[in-house]
């Protein structure tokens, strides 16, 4: 099971690199060359997708070590805590970036279609934080009940 999520990971993270630094500045680049007056657009954009995708490779590099700690038999212990910690972090950072661009949208928007989406994202971004928050928390107890348990045996 594990060797197949890792097959996964290893793809989707090379696939992210290509959107990362190949993809969407070119497509930036290309926006701001057919429609000069929103090339000022052209690096925030850039430099916003790169971030978020950021956020997303820390999420599967996180993943990764989980992985790893389980194919241990390590993963009740405290160094998964670092790693789910890291996972709700990026998560987080990346629904505040979303946020700040559903805000601008709004703020600018003609056609309520983009907004409602990016409403839609920001709503399902933030349900995965609190997700996030409730499995590290059931982590942590099953962490300490472990250790007690290792103590009494």
Do not use: Y
């Not at 060359?33 to 971030?51: D, I, K, M, N, Y």
């Not at 661009?101 to 703020?107: N, S």
């Not at 399902?124 to 300490?144: I, N, T, Y």
């Amino acid at each position: 099971m594990i060797l197949p999520l890792r097959a996964f990971l290893a793809l989707f993270f090379a696939i992210l690199l290509v959107f990362q630094f190949l993809s969407f500045p070119g497509q930036f680049a290309h926006m701001a060359q057919v429609e000069p007056q929103s090339a000022h657009l052209r690096w925030p954009l850039t430099l916003v997708a790169g971030f978020l995708i950021l956020c997303v490779q820390v999420v599967v590099v996180a993943t990764w070590k989980l992985l790893t700690l389980v194919r241990r038999d390590r993963i009740f212990t405290k160094a998964s805590l670092v790693w789910v910690d890291a996972i709700a972090w990026a998560i987080f950072a990346g629904w505040l970036v979303l946020v700040g661009i559903a805000t601008a949208v709004v703020l600018n928007a003609d056609d309520p279609g983009v907004p409602m989406v990016l409403f839609l994202l920001s709503t399902g971004v933030g349900v995965l934080v609190l997700v996030v928050v409730v499995l590290r928390a059931l982590l942590r107890q099953a962490v300490e009940l472990r250790s007690d348990l290792e103590a009494v045996i």
